[in-house]
């Protein structure tokens, strides 16, 4: 189990004090000596880096029997992470405002991090709202606008989904809720949470006015996934062209954590890739924010991803919500297997299937189907809906009389949509194949060997998902360390004078962004190298020694060997 690391120690002083021995992960003792045990505070500066969501909170309840927001842990891990904004979630407690108030803004302050409030629409507001003001947004911006005058380092307003409840936020009462937050203070912000498909010109022709920027979750619209990145760049684009007539800033929001009605968590790539495509984004000013969508900072397996039949890894087929999907299309995975005489051949998998609850089994039946063929032909077929949710169920298929005599078969196991429907997500997975007669390279799905990925429709997605126990930390390392790269990339910028150090710190952070670690370190060392001799500023040492705690990350190893 990873540790929590509770203790007045920050995660990062242990981090910087590995002994990097051989890419282990260290035990972690009491006797690990901080190196930075006052970390300063992030600079100000007009491009937003920051956090939302994944709050900690507190190990036991208070008198009123409520885990309050853990406020010294959170600005812990925030000033580890060098993040000099936080979107603050008030919904999950009742307390969350009064936690906001009283403790975090304060804290906050003196930390040098910026927040904005974070509310929820009417649509996740039905079983519930967030409190005390529930769905009435002109109490809420009056409040918070007048706290924003207590504290300055309160920004701004964002409003969860707010595309998606157009209905109640009207262009009169988004001016309403406006107006009252700025009749408070005239410098309160107010930028909705949209999705891509939501960016459209009469979205922007309506509601500019009434709204002061966007901020845009990427998830790979309108396929809805966290998957792919493909699509990151162009509808980047496109949003920004949309806003900048009206002098919008885009606030670029990823995925470090599970979309909803998904079959798992983001992995470290994918991470890795998005936040280093943002801070590059952010660099060339087509962002003016990058965002992670609750980066965990408590770390422990997510054992509920854990759905593999056998050891971590299944074959995964995922449909997302939507009708772009049609008859006849289908994913998979296809391996070609050579064969030598055999009086027999068969082939034993388990397979499973996930789909929603709340859609009545009667408006799904008959839509997907799991299918095995041998190449071309289909000897083996399930209805998606037919057996429990997430439930592996076994099958034994007798290959012989579509094997025999062949030098060699295509093996494809894969899901096809057999009729149009209503829209639903679903995913289903194939895992533990045995053979007898013939033999199948990494019949567990364990690794990307052997298989190869197929689809016919890219709202069909088909991926080898394999359980990571150490995901949360890994992907808290990533993001930690990309975000400390951009923070000591803009002071270089801005505390060094003179065009070499500049010179350096670009070519440092292109590499950076383009996931080239070694070339990093060895750039690293050449700036190093300069400020060690530089003269005439009075940053030099604070400077240095980021670059060495900066160094020491890009040689730690995130793939800690971790037990669940």
């Given amino acids: ?94 307390t969350d405002w009064d936690d906001l108030r009283r403790e975090f803004l304060p804290a906050a302050k003196k930390a040098g991090i910026q927040v904005w409030a974070y509310l929820v629409p009417p649509s996740e507001a039905m079983e519930k709202s967030s409190e005390p003001f529930g769905t009435d947004y002109v109490a809420w911006f009056r409040a918070i606008g007048h706290l924003s005058r207590t504290f300055p380092n309160l920004k701004g307003v964002v409003i969860d989904d707010f595309n998606d409840n157009r209905r109640f936020f009207t262009v009169r009462y988004t001016e309403r809720i406006q107006r009252a937050g700025k009749a408070e203070n005239p410098n309160l912000l107010f930028y909705p949470q949209i999705y891509f498909p939501g960016i459209t010109t009469d979205f922007i022709e309506k509601y500019h006015h009434a709204i002061d920027g966007v901020v845009m979750t990427f998830r790979d619209d309108k396929y809805r996934n966290t998957h792919r990145l493909q699509s990151l760049p162009g509808q980047v684009e496109q949003a920004r062209q949309l806003l900048a007539p009206h002098g919008l800033p885009l606030v670029l929001m990823v995925h470090a954590s599970k979309l909803s009605a998904t079959p798992a968590s983001p992995t470290v790539s994918y991470v890795d890739k998005a936040v280093r495509y943002g801070l590059n984004a952010l660099r060339n000013q087509r962002i003016q924010g990058l965002i992670t969508y609750v980066l965990h900072k408590v770390w422990f397996p997510e054992v509920k991803e854990r759905l593999a039949r056998s050891g971590t890894g299944y074959a995964s087929v995922f449909v997302a919500p939507n009708n772009l999907t049609r008859t006849g299309t289908s994913a998979g995975f296809r391996q070609k297997v050579r064969l030598s005489p055999s009086s027999r051949y068969r082939l034993t998998f388990s397979y499973m299937s996930v789909y929603p609850d709340q859609v009545p089994l009667a408006k799904m039946t008959g839509q997907y189907q799991m299918q095995l063929r041998v190449d071309r032909r289909v000897v083996w077929r399930r209805d998606l809906v037919t057996q429990e949710r997430e439930r592996w169920e076994d099958q034994t298929v007798d290959l012989t009389p579509y094997l025999r005599g062949k030098p060699s078969a295509l093996i494809t196991l894969c899901l096809t949509r057999i009729k149009n429907g209503r829209p639903a997500w679903i995913y289903m997975g194939f895992d533990r194949l045995k053979t007898e007669g013939f033999t199948l390279d990494n019949p567990d799905f364990e690794s990307d060997e052997g298989w190869t990925a197929i689809s016919t429709s890219p709202g069909m997605i088909p991926s080898m998902l394999r359980f990571d126990p150490g995901r949360r930390i890994r992907v808290y390392i990533t993001v930690m360390r990309l975000y400390r790269a951009f923070d000591l990339y803009h002071r270089l910028r801005s505390e060094v004078h003179g065009p070499l150090v500049h010179e350096l710190a670009e070519r440092w952070m292109d590499s950076m962004t383009e996931g080239k670690r070694e070339e990093s370190v060895r750039q690293l060392e050449e700036i190093m190298r300069f400020l060690a001799t530089e003269r005439g500023f009075p940053s030099q040492e604070a400077l240095l020694r980021h670059c060495r705690e900066m160094h020491h990350l890009l040689q730690v190893n995130e793939s800690p060997a971790i037990s669940d």
């Avoid at 002083?13 to 045990?37: F, N």
């Avoid at 036991?60 to 406020?71: A, E, F, N």
């Fill in 1 to 94: 189990m990873i540790p929590s690391f509770c203790g007045k120690r920050s995660f990062l002083a242990v981090i910087l004090t590995l002994g990097l021995a051989a890419g282990l992960w260290p035990s972690w003792s009491d006797a690990t000596v901080s190196v930075m045990s006052n970390p300063t505070p992030p600079p100000s500066f007009s491009a937003m880096i920051g956090d939302y969501g994944g709050e900690i909170r507190e190990a036991k309840p208070r008198k009123d029997g409520i885990h309050h927001i853990d406020t010294p842990k959170m600005i812990q891990r925030l000033r580890e992470l060098k993040v000099n904004t936080y979107f603050y979630l008030i919904w999950h407690e009742p």
